[in-house]
C-alpha cells in the first residue's frame, strides 16, 4: 500500500518531491557536541500550480514509516529542524530541543487529557455488535457519539455497552460479559455530521462513566481495537490534566519529565491552553477544494496566566513556541474572536492555509502529519509550501517516524 504517490495534472502523473540538488554543511549541537548535517534547501524549486486544490497537498507516504508503537522513551524521538530564515533542514533529536531556543524563549502547551472515549457493545433488540466514540456531552446532557455497526441505527434504539476490557472482541456475535454490568444508550437523533445524540442511563459525569466503560481511542492504523497498558501512558502528555479529548495532542507526547527540566534549566519559560480535540481528527478532507472545506468545531481556552506569559515573552523581543498545532489553533482563535490576546474560551473551526498571516505564535513544534491533510496545511502556512515539502520529502528519505508515536519537527 502506497498512501497519495502522485499528483495527476491532465494525462500526465508528476510525484511531488522532485530531486534537488544540495549541498552539505555542518552545524555542532550546543546540547550532544554532535555534528548535524545541515542541508540548504532550493528555494522555489516547487511551487504550487494551486495551493486550494487537495491533489497540490498529496505524497508518497511508504506505510512502514506509519508509527504503531512510541519510540522506547519519549523522548527518543528524532526532530528535524526546519530553518525559514536560512532555508535549511537540520536532523537532531527532540532531547535537543532546548538548544534550538533561547533564553526567554516561551513554550505554549495544550493540557487536554484523552478520554478513553471507545465504546464497545451490541444492539440490544438484534444483538448486532456495535461499537462507538463519545464525541462529548452536550448542553441538555445528552452525548453525542459515533456508530459503527452493520444495518441503519433508528431514532429510540438502545445500544448495551459493556466494559471494553470485560469483553472478547475475537467473539462473532455480541461482546461477551464477564461482569454482567452494562450500560444502555438509547439513541434520539442522528444530527448532520453523521454523529448521533443519545441518553445515558447512567447519571455520573462522562469521565467517570467512560473510565469504568471504555478504552482510549487509538486511531485505527495502530493495528489495535483496544489500548494497552503501554498506551494508557504514552498516549497521554505528561502534563495532561484537562479530560475531554478523543485524540491526543501529538506533539506533546514528546516532551518527558527531563526534557521539560531541561528547557528550564535552559531559562525557557512555559505556559498553557486547552483545545479538546475532537472527531474532526479521524476525519479527511473529503472536497477537492480546500475552501470548500468546513473544520469539525472544537472547544478551546486561552488562560488569563498564559496571556500574561505571552505579553511578557513579546514584551522582551522573544520567541513564542506551539507545541502542536492544537496550540497555533487555540491561540491564533483567542486572537481573532477578541482582536487581541486576552482571555477567551468559545468552539473554534479556524482553517490555517497559507497567506494566513499568524499573530500570536513565532515558531511551532509538531509531528509528520497525514497527506492532504488540513494539518499539512496549517503547517505550510507557516513555513511555506516549497520548504515543508522538501522538510517531507527529507523526513521520508531519512525513515523518520509518522503520526501520533511518530517523530518530531521544529519550524523556527
Same mark, same amino acid.
Given at each position: 500500500?502506497?498512501?497519495?504517490?502522485?499528483?495527476?495534472?491532465?494525462?500526465? $502523473?508528476?510525484?511531488?518531491?522532485?530531486?534537488?540538488?544540495?549541498?552539505?554543511?555542518?552545524?555542532?549541537?550546543?546540547?550532544?557536541?554532535?555534528?548535524?548535517?545541515?542541508?540548504?534547501?532550493?528555494?522555489?524549486a516547487m511551487s504550487p500550480s494551486d495551493p486550494d486544490q487537495l491533489? !497540490?497537498?498529496?505524497?508518497?507516504?511508504?506505510?512502514?514509516?506509519?508509527?504503531?508503537?512510541?519510540?522506547?522513551?519519549?523522548?527518543?524521538?528524532?526532530?528535524?529542524?526546519?530553518?525559514?530564515?536560512?532555508?535549511?533542514?537540520?536532523?537532531?533529536?527532540?532531547?535537543?530541543?532546548?538548544?534550538?531556543?533561547?533564553?526567554?524563549?516561551?513554550?505554549?502547551?495544550?493540557?487536554?487529557?484523552?478520554?478513553?472515549?471507545?465504546?464497545? #457493545?451490541?444492539?440490544?433488540?438484534?444483538?448486532?455488535?456495535?461499537?462507538?466514540?463519545?464525541?462529548?456531552?452536550?448542553?441538555?446532557?445528552?452525548?453525542?457519539?459515533?456508530?459503527?455497526?452493520?444495518? $441503519?441505527?433508528?431514532?429510540?434504539? !438502545?445500544?448495551?455497552?459493556?466494559?471494553?476490557?470485560?469483553?472478547? *472482541?475475537?467473539?462473532? #456475535?455480541?461482546?461477551?460479559?464477564?461482569?454482567?454490568?452494562?450500560? *444502555?444508550?438509547?439513541?434520539?437523533?442522528?444530527?448532520?455530521?453523521?454523529?448521533?445524540?443519545?441518553?445515558?442511563?447512567?447519571?455520573?459525569?462522562?469521565?467517570?462513566?467512560?473510565?469504568?466503560?471504555?478504552? =482510549?481511542?487509538?486511531?485505527?492504523?495502530? #493495528?489495535?481495537? *483496544?489500548?494497552?497498558?503501554?498506551?494508557?501512558?504514552?498516549?497521554?502528555?505528561?502534563?495532561?490534566?484537562?479530560?475531554?479529548?478523543?485524540?491526543?495532542?501529538?506533539?506533546?507526547?514528546?516532551?518527558?519529565?527531563?526534557?521539560?527540566?531541561?528547557?528550564?534549566?535552559?531559562? =525557557?519559560?512555559?505556559?498553557?491552553? !486547552? =483545545?479538546?480535540?475532537?472527531?474532526?481528527?479521524?476525519?479527511?478532507?473529503?472536497?477537492?477544494?480546500?475552501?470548500?472545506?468546513?473544520? /469539525?468545531?472544537?472547544?478551546?481556552?486561552?488562560?488569563?496566566?498564559?496571556?500574561?506569559?505571552?505579553?511578557?515573552?513579546?514584551?522582551?523581543?522573544?520567541?513564542?513556541?506551539?507545541?502542536?498545532?492544537?496550540?497555533?489553533?487555540?491561540?491564533?482563535?483567542?486572537?481573532?474572536?477578541?482582536?487581541?490576546?486576552?482571555?477567551?474560551? #468559545?468552539?473554534?473551526?479556524?482553517?490555517?492555509?497559507?497567506?494566513?498571516?499568524?499573530?500570536?505564535?513565532?515558531?511551532?513544534?509538531?509531528?509528520? /502529519?497525514?497527506?492532504?491533510?488540513?494539518?499539512?496545511?496549517?503547517?505550510?502556512?507557516?513555513?511555506?509550501?516549497?520548504?515543508?515539502?522538501?522538510?517531507?520529502?527529507?523526513?521520508?528519505?531519512?525513515?523518520? $517516524?509518522?503520526?501520533?508515536?511518530?517523530?518530531?519537527? =521544529?519550524?523556527?
Open positions: 500500500m502506497v498512501i497519495s504517490s502522485q499528483v495527476t495534472y491532465g494525462n500526465r $502523473r508528476r510525484a511531488l518531491f522532485p530531486c534537488v540538488r544540495e549541498d552539505e554543511c555542518e552545524s555542532r549541537s550546543e546540547v550532544t557536541g554532535v555534528v548535524r548535517a545541515i542541508s540548504p534547501v532550493q528555494k522555489f491533489s !497540490t497537498w498529496q505524497f508518497e507516504l511508504p506505510p512502514e514509516l506509519i508509527a504503531s508503537r512510541p519510540a522506547a522513551r519519549r523522548d527518543d524521538s528524532r526532530l528535524l529542524v526546519v530553518d525559514r530564515e536560512q532555508g535549511t533542514i537540520q536532523h537532531a533529536n527532540i532531547r535537543e530541543l532546548p538548544a534550538f531556543m533561547d533564553p526567554g524563549d516561551l513554550l505554549i502547551f495544550n493540557n487536554t487529557k484523552v478520554l478513553p472515549a471507545r465504546l464497545f #457493545g451490541f444492539r440490544t433488540a438484534t444483538n448486532g455488535r456495535w461499537e462507538g466514540l463519545f464525541v462529548e456531552q452536550s448542553a441538555l446532557g445528552q452525548w453525542i457519539i459515533l456508530c459503527d455497526t452493520r444495518g $441503519r441505527l433508528q431514532p429510540g434504539e !438502545t445500544i448495551t455497552v459493556v466494559r471494553a476490557y470485560d469483553q472478547q *472482541l475475537e467473539t462473532a #456475535g455480541p461482546p461477551h460479559m464477564q461482569s454482567g454490568r452494562t450500560l *444502555l444508550l438509547t439513541l434520539q437523533h442522528k444530527r448532520d455530521d453523521g454523529s448521533w445524540e443519545a441518553m445515558v442511563s447512567d447519571l455520573r459525569p462522562p469521565f467517570e462513566i467512560l473510565t469504568e466503560y471504555g478504552s =482510549l481511542p487509538l486511531p485505527p492504523y495502530m #493495528g489495535r481495537k *483496544l489500548a494497552d497498558a503501554d498506551d494508557q501512558i504514552r498516549y497521554q502528555t505528561a502534563y495532561a490534566s484537562q479530560p475531554g479529548a478523543v485524540a491526543a495532542p501529538t506533539a506533546g507526547l514528546h516532551f518527558s519529565p527531563e526534557l521539560l527540566q531541561k528547557c528550564r534549566d535552559r531559562g =525557557l519559560s512555559s505556559a498553557e491552553v !486547552t =483545545l479538546h480535540v475532537g472527531i474532526g481528527t479521524f476525519r479527511p478532507v473529503t472536497t477537492e477544494r480546500l475552501s470548500e472545506h468546513r473544520m /469539525h468545531d472544537e472547544w478551546c481556552r486561552l488562560p488569563s496566566d498564559t496571556c500574561d506569559a505571552l505579553a511578557a515573552t513579546k514584551s522582551t523581543g522573544h520567541q513564542v513556541l506551539a507545541v502542536g498545532t492544537t496550540t497555533v489553533r487555540t491561540l491564533e482563535s483567542a486572537y481573532a474572536a477578541c482582536g487581541r490576546t486576552e482571555p477567551w474560551d #468559545g468552539r473554534t473551526q479556524l482553517f490555517i492555509r497559507p497567506g494566513y498571516q499568524f499573530q500570536v505564535i513565532d515558531r511551532l513544534l509538531t509531528n509528520f /502529519h497525514l497527506p492532504g491533510s488540513t494539518l499539512v496545511v496549517l503547517v505550510a502556512a507557516l513555513a511555506g509550501y516549497e520548504l515543508t515539502m522538501e522538510a517531507y520529502r527529507k523526513a521520508i528519505e531519512a525513515r523518520y $517516524r509518522f503520526y501520533s508515536y511518530g517523530d518530531a519537527m =521544529l519550524i523556527r
